[in-house]
């Protein structure tokens, strides 16, 4: 089945640890995303990839990394300079029409707790 | 930012009631996009609209796009209890999308 899967569903990490996120989908999508969503709040964007081997940088960059070394692949790390890096993380990716247009298709996330 | 602001915060309807919800932006987008997340998943995109487009229907949602206020609608018809989720505008660009914090809809049986 085509879509987007995310890992670990749940992430447990200790203070001044890196982890890192896994984004990978079969979709043949060009662009992917990374959200952060904080408790009864919306969507915040974190680094985005138009095409293998680019990204951008999103409203709230400070403290993560990213890769785009494959289509299929968008992996985030959570660096320790991310101040509060607690919160549910959400990849997402999207095909691009002629009009630049095109849903966003999301996985089910990953919910990072630093204890 | 162009974000999206949803208004409700929160909408409590009976099942069978029509649940309106809105969502204002910033500046100019190409084209906005309705999604819906039940709680701890990830967001299933609903409808788009883009911004020459004035009116859309998909089953029974109803989207609006107002480019001159800035401004969108949602309306979900004859709702059920499987409608109860959050629900999000995203405006966009050619590149980017911006959520707001949602609409907390509960619909009860």
């Known amino acids: 089945d085509g879509g987007i899967t995310q890992s670990p569903k749940y992430l447990f990490r200790k203070e001044g640890q890196n982890v890192t996120l896994s984004c990978e989908q079969n979709l043949n999508h060009d662009a992917m995303y990374w959200y952060r969503q904080d408790p009864g709040q919306g969507l915040r964007l974190i680094y985005y990839s138009q095409i293998v081997n680019d990204f951008q940088k999103g409203d709230i960059a400070e403290g993560y990394s990213v890769s785009r070394e494959k289509k299929e692949s968008f992996p985030l790390t959570v660096t320790s300079a991310q101040k509060n890096p607690t919160a549910f993380y959400l990849c997402?990716?999207?095909?691009?029409?002629?009009?630049?247009?095109?849903?966003?298709?999301f996985g089910e996330g990953s919910r990072l707790t630093v204890l | 930012s162009q974000q999206g602001e949803e208004d409700p915060q929160a909408l409590s309807i009976q099942e069978g009631e029509n649940a309106t919800m809105n969502c204002s932006y910033k500046?100019?987008?190409?084209?906005l996009q309705w999604y819906r997340q039940n709680s701890g998943r990830g967001l299933v995109h609903l409808i788009l609209?883009?911004?020459?487009?004035r009116e859309k229907h998909s089953g029974r949602l109803r989207v609006t796009l107002d480019t001159s206020k800035k401004s969108s609608s949602l309306l979900i018809t004859a709702s059920r209890a499987a409608d109860t989720a959050s629900y999000f505008c995203?405006?966009?660009?050619?590149?980017?999308?911006?959520f707001g914090s949602g609409t907390k809809l509960n619909v009860k049986p």
């Open positions: 995203a405006p966009g660009d050619f590149n980017k999308f911006y």
């Open positions: 609209i883009r911004s020459n487009e």
């Open positions: 500046t100019s987008i190409n084209n």
């Open positions: 997402a990716s999207r095909t691009k029409d002629r009009t630049n247009t095109g849903e966003l298709f």
